[in-house]
């Protein structure tokens, strides 16, 4: 009794203690850290391995963080290291990488019905970067079920079309690819387990087209799965209170489209005479589209890369880099960070003193954050390509592609992944950790918990612009 009790006073004093001086940012970032440690720790158990297979530390580290932030790059052939369950426990560590660290563990305990405290709902609402607390227990509960949901109905779709389609000729072979690239496509891993990422679906539309489908829904953010789910239920009851869909939802889905046409275009007209030669006008645009898609962080290929032109490849590279829908398991700047900065420009070419669009004004905070963010994750890929230059003996185009991969969390690589040096492996893999957490929120790690306001203003001042 004694001992109980004096262990919940430990337990009680620990949390306060946390509470007190670590920011929710701050505990957040740590349980990533944690994670990894775990992941780390568990690739080295014989019981997931080759028997005979062997990695530096340094290498199963890369793939620790490349795991955890579900990215895709590695420094060696996942098949000739781990096993049929080490694969499966790469599919559970995409869920925690890929959906969040606090969905999983708030969806556990919404299924052991215990109560969420308030500390609880703050350290959701920081990892799923939301900016109000009600209505997100609501949000993971809803978007967690969609994204399960959409991994086992496609796993089991794949399963029965690997099978009748002869990729593989037994059952056991077809559901266990039809599930790993159910769940690598939702969650955005990318990880390649057969050395051929899916190089033999190059021509089966239909695949291409649902794998396409399933990375959309992992990349377009939460909260706009659970509004367009709201909007099917409000189509489907017709209730007397009007629907609208919030202007987070609305950004988010203009800027995905735009950027996925675009995309499109400039990788059809770039590679039509190139090495799409030889392709019906069909393939050409599938493959334009898969590409647009799969950039944005998915990081799956159906065409060796350097058999893009140099001019393609740097539009492969600034698509990873804007990466996808905030709250979402995308990496990159964001989406809606390039939406709001080009607003803004547009704003002010037109002299308007706010940033509107659909009815409602940007808040100047937000444009503030968006700028912030846009330029420190541009100069930190900058100077890493840099720095990378210096380390490394490689083209600058795979340098540049590497780099924004990694911060994307893309995974697509030129091949020099495994020849980095140690350097670039580090480098590398501190992108891969800060594209997976966001620039913003790695800014805030090195923020005191309170931060004093001063209260005033110092005068201004106009100076010369230009």
């Known amino acids: 009794m004694f001992n109980s ?24 970032v740590s349980y990533y850290i944690l994670m990894t440690a775990i992941s780390l720790i568990l690739f080295y158990l014989p ?33 000739t290291i781990f096993n049929d369950q080490g694969i499966i426990l790469l599919e559970i560590l995409f869920q925690v990488g890929g959906l969040g660290i606090m969905m999983i563990s708030t969806a556990f305990i919404i299924l052991s019905k215990r109560r969420i405290t308030l500390k609880q709902r703050q350290l959701i609402m920081t990892d799923m970067n939301q900016p109000k607390l009600s209505g997100i ?39 266990f690819y039809g599930f790993y690239q159910s769940i690598s496509a939702v969650t955005n891993s990318g990880f390649d387990i057969t050395g051929n990422s899916i ?15 399933l990375i959309f829904i992992g990349g377009i953010g939460f909260p706009v799965l659970m509004e367009f789910r709201e909007w099917l239920l409000f189509k489907k009851t017709k209730r007397c209170l009007p629907f609208r869909f919030s202007l987070f939802s609305k950004i988010a889905m203009l800027a995905f489209i735009i950027l996925f046409i675009g995309g ?39 065409n060796p890369l350097q058999d893009f032109q140099i001019t393609t490849l740097i539009v492969f590279s600034m698509l990873m880099f804007i990466g996808c829908s905030p709250s979402s398991v995308g990496g990159g700047i964001r989406t809606t960070t390039v939406a709001i900065i080009g607003l803004y420009l547009y704003s002010f070419i037109k002299s308007e003193d706010n940033v509107n669009i659909f009815g409602r004004r940007i808040d100047d905070d937000d444009v503030k954050k968006s700028v912030v963010v846009f330029m420190l994750s541009l100069l930190m890929c ?17 340098i540049i592609v590497e780099v924004a991969s990694a911060f994307g969390t893309t995974g697509l690589s030129l091949g020099i992944t495994d020849d980095l040096s140690i350097t670039g492996k580090i480098m590398i893999s501190l992108l891969m950790f800060i594209g997976r957490i ?29």
């Open 47 to 79: 019981f997931f391995r080759i028997p005979g297979s062997s990695a530096s530390f340094l290498d199963m580290l890369f793939m620790a963080v490349s795991t955890v932030s579900v990215t895709g790059l590695t420094t060696f052939d996942i098949h």
């Open 137 to 175: 227990v609501r949000l993971i509960r809803i978007t967690f079920s969609i994204l399960l949901w959409f991994q086992l109905l496609f796993g089991v779709f794949f399963s029965i079309y690997f099978y009748i389609s002869g990729y593989y000729t037994n059952w056991k072979d077809a559901i």
């Open 199 to 213: 190089v033999p679906f190059a021509n089966d539309y239909l695949f291409l087209i649902i794998i396409m489908f």
């Open 438 to 466: 966001g620039m913003l929120y790695t800014l805030m790690i090195f923020i005191p918990k309170e931060t004093r306001d001063l209260g005033y203003e110092y005068p201004s001042e106009k100076i010369i612009i230009g």
């Open 5 to 28: 009790r004096f262990l919940w006073r430990s337990q009680r004093k620990f949390r306060h203690f946390i509470s007190d001086h670590f920011s929710s940012i701050q505990i957040i």
């Open 264 to 302: 499109t275009i400039l990788i059809y007209l770039l590679e039509r005479n190139h090495l799409f030669t030889d392709m019906s006008e069909t393939n050409r645009w599938i493959t334009s589209m898969f590409y647009s898609m799969t950039t944005r962080n998915a990081g799956l290929q159906i």
């Open 382 to 398: 900058f100077f890493s390509v840099v720095i990378l230059s210096a380390t490394e003996e490689h083209s600058l185009i795979a």
